[in-house]
């Protein structure tokens, strides 16, 4: 969407695959576009234009096909100018500062594997949806995070969005493995357990 509320169709074209996935927005209206198999992130104005491609080796952190089969996932926008992404096979966390392309690892403690979507709970603390959901925080500005608790939802779904409601945390269980025929989503609220 446009700041007039209009949707807005963007060709990103590329002679690589590619595969768009989670979307933030900063305060001037530019969205960030993460793509899980080019292990990029667009970059787009408020009015649909490409403005950048942010590509960067740091995002693949481990070499080969098992360690970056789904690649940078999960954005949000911090509210210090940065934006937080996640890297789902690698467990990689990313500090990306969206003027220049500079990209930084967050020394995170514990694993974030799996990780796919993320929301802010505060400015020291993220919710990284994935099997299992976890609590991020970090008391530095993301330079490093600890994993301090986690979510584990219902069995044989993978989380693959979160967000916040009322303080509470919501995740979407998108793809379900279940048992017989039946094989929807499922929306629960997370109790996280501390680490």
């Keep these: 969407m446009n700041p007039r509320g ?22 001037d209206g530019n969205v960030y576009v993460t793509d899980v198999m080019g292990n990029k992130i667009w970059k787009v104005s408020p009015d649909g234009e490409p403005l950048l491609v942010f590509k960067n080796a740091t995002f693949a952190q481990r070499p080969g096909t098992l360690d970056n089969l789904i690649g940078v996932n999960g954005i949000i926008y911090h509210p210090n100018g940065y934006l937080l992404v996640i890297h789902t096979t690698g467990g990689d ?23 796919d979507g993320l929301v802010l709970l505060s ?17 530095d500005d993301w ?8 979510y ?6 993978f989380a693959s969005s ?6 509470d945390v919501y995740v979407n269980h998108i793809i379900g493995f279940g048992l017989g025929r039946k094989k929807t989503h499922v929306i629960a609220k997370a109790v996280f357990a501390p680490l």
């Design 6 to 27: 209009k949707a807005v169709a963007v060709n990103m074209e590329s002679s690589e695959s590619s595969f768009a996935d989670d979307v933030a927005a900063d305060e």
């Design 162 to 167: 979160v967000t916040v409601k009322d303080g």
């Design 143 to 150: 330079q490093t995070a600890r994993v301090t608790g986690r």
């Design 93 to 115: 966390l990313f500090k990306v500062d969206p003027k220049t392309g500079a990209v930084s690892v967050v020394k995170v403690l514990g694993s974030l594997k799996r990780g």
């Design 123 to 139: 400015p020291t603390r993220l919710a990284v949806a994935g099997m299992p959901t976890r609590l991020v925080d970090s008391s």
């Design 152 to 157: 584990v939802g219902p069995a044989h779904r």
